[in-house]
């Protein structure tokens, strides 16, 4: 999952760099339209790795990646209006992401105890050739990207409404 969710983030960047520029200046960090490029590019090797080889190594790359994230958002946290993380604008990031994040860095650093094979080996050994797997991959990354873009939104809109007098 934190694999698939990070693919996305990299390929949204890809396509639209501008938002993640943006936060990353507002956190003092090189924010070149090419430093965005290789950022994403580095996302998308990372989750690539993560799939197709397996092991230790881009377990704990992930798990970095997602700690690193977790320490951008709490490092601007008073500076960022958006993470820029899906090539989009959008709610600024807070404790939600920071939560996230961190989980996901902790299930991939998991991996020490036990390392995840390669997808074909994964694969392998589910049954329907692995179709219900991937699918709750795909929903659980759903899922997660919707904890950190849509999940922090409602939060903020339930909590700036007042009822009205009279409401019930």
Known sequence: MGALLLTGAGLA???APMPTRTALYAVGLPSATAAVVALALIEVAIAGAVVVIG???PALLL????AG???FVVAGR???SSCGCFGRTGTA????HVAFNLVVAA??????LDPVPAIDRVLADQPWAGVP???LVVVGAALGYAVLTSLPAALEHVGSTTPTRGAR
């Open 69 to 71: 994230f977790a320490a």
């Open 13 to 15: 960047k890809l396509w």
């Open 78 to 80: 008073e500076r960022l």
């Open 93 to 96: 990031p807070g404790p939600i």
């Open 55 to 57: 092991g230790v190594v």
């Open 133 to 135: 797997f991937v699918a």
């Open 63 to 66: 798990a970095a990646t997602y």
């Open 107 to 112: 299930t991939a650093a998991a991996s020490l």
